[in-house]
């Protein structure tokens, strides 16, 4: 038996069962044992029938009294009754259309029995399909699984106790043995074995602390190597700062936060090491301004440096603004996308290899093969949510030791923020430059409708623009408004005298980029789009958003959106619609009315609806937890993470025998995102 043996072979399961299993994600020995349960029973606390309450899921322990009578309700179902009795008092016994009740219970012999307790119309206590079993005398704490139609939580409880007979306590451990002892935690085999059947509840909280404790590490351990190490890195070291001379460059102050930033990374990259750090700004921040200086201190210590952008669109945004703040500066600054022709794409490629270029601003054609650096420095990614860890390092890898410098504007609380970017330092910018309008946000129901399209017409005739966003592209769910019908709607009403244009997800990135051109050159004037309207994209004279069937929106959502207005000097509206009641829509509303702050929304958005929309793999390509809460577990996760650069600090490769656990359950775990 090992842990990656097939279910199959598990005694009393075979074929047939193994397939229901595989539905819960279970297919060999180990994702068995592994598979926790979501609750338990305590049918080791039992409660006399005169002190029981009514309507709380309990055990009682009684007699059977008789053997359970049959009676045939009016419309034909059969109900079997007995009654049972504890030496405090009485308990009536209801079992519906269950037949075989009457040979399972005998009379005068002691049973558990499991579930709520209600009165009965004649005022007496009654469990109603009570779950139970003979008394043995030692009861105890069951565990519940998730479970399926074919197979029920008893079921798998009975594999679980085959396989772990099946080991007898022979379970490889992945935590290293020197760690098990400094922390004083369970075995593997003993966790796995108190988590499935404790003794009592300090066994499944010990079980679960190092449960916890395995999974994060195991977790925070494979992303500090899939990020290339444990932070210890050397890197090029700057020899002087020139962030002064760079602000002096600039139209405006920067904010403190954006100081304070550039000399959190300015000190990382002259410090012979190489930074790592993220830099978490909510939208209109001014990020763009801090990779400007890194940018310039880079050019300055005779390195090149790269900006990656999710879209062309984005790309060419950062090349106009970059090229305006450092342009005056002998900086030579290029830019590389999918479109730039084929010449001039050589030609760029050709001075980025000479060293010539101390920019280059692009797309994922910034890591294709063909693209090289003579003395790369700096490497930058701007939404880098959007790119995968590995489009990330290829781009790392095209220089020596480069300086990683990672802008995201979704601000993600802390915790999750350490999970999600593992060894990164993080900065944040944490206020907005001065002068900035506040965005006054509303919530109507969609009988103002008529209302704010009237508003809107009257925004685009003061020569400003607006976003109507949808949560649909095409017709569907009835009550959705669709975008692209819409928008045929409103180009041939309320905006019949206006230029109106259309983005959704269905279209080819060449469409999506010649539209969102249009709308930031002015040209649009309304657009009407799904959420794909870029995150990031920058159009200062957009004050009105429009978001409809905004309960179909999550908080954070709702806020970047909104992010793309306010961002010029004109007074921005946003106006959520939505007819929704459910409470916690309008707790939703209500914040997102009330505060501005990416953090706190984010904060916010989080307990509302639980990590898993952060934390889901499809959008940081990370692996689904099992038992680890990252919200409640925060002092574990911090626990992990140091232990994990320790452990890389001395075996960077894992390849110690006492780290070859850790790196087989790396492995899986990774695989499995
Ligand atoms: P984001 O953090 O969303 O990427 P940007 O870098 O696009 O924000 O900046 C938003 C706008 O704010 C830009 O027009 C930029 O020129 C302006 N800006 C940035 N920093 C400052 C500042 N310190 N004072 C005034 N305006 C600023
Ligand atoms: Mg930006």
Redesign the pocket.
């Known amino acids: 038996m090992e842990m990656n043996t097939d279910i199959k072979y598990l005694k009393g399961v075979g074929e047939s069962r193994a397939a229901s299993l595989k539905k819960l994600g279970i297919g060999t020995l180990g994702a068995l044992l592994r598979f926790y349960p979501r609750a338990y029973e305590d049918w080791n606390s039992i409660v006399s029938i005169s002190d029981v309450p009514l309507n709380e899921t309990l055990c009682i322990k009684g007699t059977v009294l008789h053997k359970p009578s049959a009676f045939k309700t009016r419309n034909g179902a059969m109900l079997y009754k007995t009654t049972v009795s504890d030496g405090t008092g009485l308990m009536n016994l209801t079992f519906f259309n269950n037949k075989y009740v009457v040979n399972q219970l005998s009379e005068n012999e002691d049973y558990l029995f499991f579930g709520k307790v209600a009165l009965n119309m004649y005022g007496a206590k009654e469990m109603a399909s009570p779950r139970f079993e003979k008394a043995q005398g030692k009861e105890r704490i069951r565990p519940v699984y998730r479970c399926t139609q074919s197979l029920n939580s008893k079921a798998i409880e009975k594999f679980v106790s085959t396989a772990l007979d099946a080991f007898a306590g022979d379970i490889p451990d992945p935590i290293p043995g020197a760690l098990i002892k400094k922390y004083r935690l369970p075995v593997l085999a003993e966790a796995l074995r108190m988590i499935h059947f404790p003794a009592d509840e300090s066994e499944i909280a010990a079980a679960r602390r190092r449960l916890v404790f395995e999974e994060l590490l195991v977790l925070e351990t494979g992303l500090l190597r899939l990020r290339g190490g444990a932070g210890i890195q050397r890197g090029r070291k700057f020899k002087a700062d020139y962030s002064g001379e760079f602000w002096a460059l600039?139209p405006?102050?920067?904010?403190p936060a954006?100081r304070r930033a550039v000399e959190q990374a300015v000190a990382d990259m002259s410090s012979g090491k190489r930074m790592s750090r993220l830099l978490q700004?909510?939208?209109?921040?001014?990020?763009?301004?801090v990779a400007a200086a890194l940018i310039y201190n880079a050019a300055k210590n005779s390195v090149q440096s790269a900006l990656m952008a999710p879209t062309e669109v984005l790309a060419e945004q950062h090349y106009r603004?970059l090229t305006k703040m450092l342009g005056g500066t002998g900086l030579s600054i290029s830019l590389l996308t999918g479109s730039v022709s084929a010449s001039a794409k050589r030609d760029i490629k050709q001075r980025l290899a000479d060293g010539e270029t101390d920019l280059v601003i692009g797309t994922h054609a910034l890591i294709q093969k063909d693209v090289e650096f003579s003395r790369l420095g700096l490497v930058i990614t701007?939404e880098q949510h959007r790119f995968g860890v590995a489009q990330r390092n290829a781009l790392r890898d095209k220089g020596e030791e480069p300086h990683v410098f990672v802008?995201s504007?979704t601000p993600i609380p802390r915790t999750l923020a350490m999970i999600i970017y593992g060894d990164l330092d993080i900065s944040v910018?944490d206020e907005l430059?001065?002068?900035r309008q506040p965005i006054e946000t509303y919530k109507v129901d969609s009988a103002y409708r008529d209302r704010i399209l009237k508003f809107t017409q009257k925004a685009l005739d003061e020569g400003r623009q607006a976003y109507i966003i949808c949560p649909l592209v095409e017709e569907g769910e009835s009550d959705l408004i669709p975008a692209t019908e819409y928008e045929r709607h409103l180009a041939s009403t309320y905006f019949k005298n206006y230029r109106v244009g259309l983005l959704h997800g269905q279209m080819k990135p060449a469409e999506k980029d010649a539209v969102m051109r249009s709308f930031s050159s002015g040209e649009t004037q309304l657009l009407v789009s799904t959420v794909v309207v870029e995150v990031?994209v920058?159009v200062?004279n957009a004050t009105v958003m429009i978001i409809e069937n905004a309960e179909r929106f999550g908080l954070s959502q709702l806020h970047q959106l909104r992010?793309r207005i306010g961002?010029g000097e004109h007074k921005s509206t946003c106006i959520l619609v939505s007819d929704a009641q459910n409470a916690e829509a309008v707790e939703r509303f209500k914040v997102l009315c009330e505060t501005s702050d990416g953090f706190k929304i984010a904060d916010k958005d989080l307990e509302l609806r639980g990590p898993g929309d952060f934390f889901g793999s499809r959008q940081h390509g990370l692996p689904d937890l099992k038992i680890a809460d990252v919200v409640t577990d925060t002092r574990v996760l911090y626990e992990a993470q140091r232990v994990a650069s320790e452990i890389l600090a001395v075996d960077p490769e894992l390849s110690l025998p006492e780290n070859a656990g850790l790196a087989g359950e790396i492995s899986s775990l990774f695989s499995r995102a």
């Not at 405006?252 to 904010?255: G, L, Q, R, V």
């Open positions: 600039l405006f102050e920067p904010t954006q700004g909510d939208v209109g921040s001014g990020k763009t301004a603004t701007d802008m504007a910018l430059p001065p002068g990031g920058d200062p992010g961002r």
